[in-house]
């Protein structure tokens, strides 16, 4: 700290210009592991006193864009206000204005600090100033694809952070739906268009948007859908993000309230009504859920498989549940019975624990017939095998499925 205040002194007795450029950069990198509050007070207070004119020359820009990013962050942590506050925010915007796109991205990756610690600038002017930038330079379908990567990511990131923690306070009302219209054409170009990391950005800012219910019934309702189109894309790592995302809308809707009895406001009929419309609705997402078992790469299924049991019991009832999971697992087309078999054994569990034991039975009993006539007989035997000690309620006849499991593994070779 001595030895970098006395490089970054006063401009009089100040060393070269790339020696205080470097100061900079090395004082921005580590103020990382700062744990002093007195550290980052003399990080604010040295970098106010290195901020260039406006319209400054190509080196004092690129002295900018390392004074902003560490001018943010120790702006955040001091909650400053006042002068320093109105500072900071000028230094922001004449970072965002700057002619380097460089510059431009250090602004934005530094206006993170602020928007999430909600200190150390004037937010209702950094609000507008990010907004219309946000509009000028991401909602505008245009321009979008002159940008770097680094670029989108940034922009992206501010936007679902302003969207997320800001809703109540921007002027413009309708930034929420544009965001996510705009979200969602982006993510379905194709996939030559988008880089992995853009869609994985977007995908998970739509995810914090619902977790932090930001979102308008409307905007949810688009974004359900983006998550079912996107679930059969045959890249694994888009469509595991396309999963993710369906799971959040449907733990954060209106059938998780009434799964929970949290809708007593609404007369019983209707409620009924609306009830049924939401299994059948939610029978449909779990069918293209099995769909992508049967599609999809064998660590695809696995990850699927790992999530359906959930599904069924938390949104599909007992019966529609236990019809399609049986004649999924009997289908000769699926590829990973083994799977299938675990998703009936966990669902059997999660009924032996509510006490359902009737419903097994009648299931057993139901579905037994059409176990028998499996071709061939080796396949009809492990698959009755796989039924049995699924719905025992021994939990040593249970502790048998480990086995029965690569008995058909062996089978399959």
């Known amino acids: 700290q001595e030895l970098f205040s006395r490089w970054l002194e006063p401009k009089s007795e100040r060393a070269p210009p790339y020696l205080v450029l470097q100061a900079v950069r090395a004082s921005t990198m580590m103020s990382d592991v700062f744990v002093e509050m007195r550290h980052f007070k003399w990080l604010l207070k040295t ?16 002295l900018l864009q390392h004074l902003v990013v560490g001018l943010c962050r120790a702006a955040a942590v001091c909650h400053s206000d006042g002068s320093t506050a109105e500072r900071v925010t000028q230094a922001i915007e004449m970072s965002i204005h700057a002619s380097l796109v460089a510059t431009q991205v250090c602004a934005l990756q530094g206006c993170l600090y602020i928007l999430e610690a909600r200190y150390g600038a004037d937010l209702k002017q ?21 940008y770097s990567q680094q670029h989108l990511l940034s922009m992206w990131a501010i936007s679902f952070v302003i969207v997320e923690r800001y809703s109540h306070e921007m002027k413009d009302a309708a930034f929420t739906s544009r965001l996510v219209q705009c979200a969602i054409s982006v993510v379905l170009e194709e996939e030559d268009s988008v880089s992995t990391a853009v869609h994985h950005c977007i995908l998970h800012g739509l995810q914090r948007l619902l977790l932090s219910f930001s979102l308008a019934k409307q905007d949810s309702s688009a974004v359900m859908q983006l998550a ?9 790592q888009c469509a595991a993000s396309a999963l993710t995302l369906l799971l959040t809308c449907m733990y954060t809707g209106k059938d998780v309230d009434r799964m929970l009895g949290f809708s007593n406001d609404v007369p019983e009929l209707e409620e009924d009504v609306s009830m049924m419309e939401s299994a059948i609705v939610s029978l449909e997402k779990v069918t293209i859920l099995f769909d992508r ?15 359906l049991p959930a599904l069924l019991e938390d949104f599909v009832v007992t019966a529609q549940a236990m019809n399609k999971m049986v004649g999924e697992f009997m289908s000769s087309h699926q590829p990973h019975p083994t799977l299938l078999a675990l998703i009936m054994a966990k669902v059997f569990d999660s009924l032996r624990q509510r006490n359902q034991l009737t419903d097994i039975r009648d299931w057993v009993i139901l579905s037994i017939g059409s176990f028998i006539q499996r071709k061939p007989v080796e396949v009809a035997v492990w698959s009755l095998s796989c039924l049995f000690i699924s719905a025992s309620s021994s939990v040593w006849i249970r502790s048998l499925y480990p086995l029965n499991r690569i008995n058909r593994m062996s089978l399959d070779q």
């Open 47 to 62: 970098f106010i006193n290195l901020l260039p004119a406006p319209n400054g020359s190509m080196e004092e820009e690129l």
């Open 126 to 146: 950094l609000l507008s100033l990010l907004t219309d930038y946000s509009n000028s330079h991401l909602l505008n379908k245009s321009s979008v694809g002159q």
């Open 228 to 236: 079912v189109k996107r679930l059969n894309m045959p890249n694994s």
């Open 293 to 307: 078992i049967r599609k999809g790469f064998p660590l695809d299924a696995q990850v699927v498989a790992a999530v």
